[in-house]
């Protein structure tokens, strides 16, 4: 069985996290309003981040697809996630986008920490 893009792009930004020593605590967080794609901890902040893949820049890049409703929508899931996490609640938090572009066999990454400052 082979995984979509979506989990493709999820699981090569995970390794990448991890590499940079973040530390994995949960993926693919759903509420009724939205998903976050992955939830981490990098030393005591709680890092939600959002990931997106685009093979090419025709219509927008992976950058322009995280517009303000899609940033809203992370926000509001994000919280919910504070509400039913409550040992999340004593951590800074912090939003960072993961963003992947070009070939799968070749693909540019690039991580913005702080992304929705």
Known sequence: MSI??????ENLA???LCEQGLQAVERNFRSKRGEIDLVMLDHDILVFVEV???KNQCYGGSLESINA???QRILITADYYLYSHRWA???ACRF??????????NPQLQWIMD???
């Open 96 to 105: 960072d986008v993961v963003l992947l572009s070009g070939a799968i066999d």
């Open 52 to 54: 997106r893949y685009r």
């Open 89 to 91: 609640q004593q951590h």
């Open 4 to 9: 979509s893009r979506g989990q493709w792009a």
């Open 69 to 71: 409703r899609k940033q």
């Open 14 to 16: 995970h390794i990448f």
């Open 115 to 117: 992304a929705f400052r």
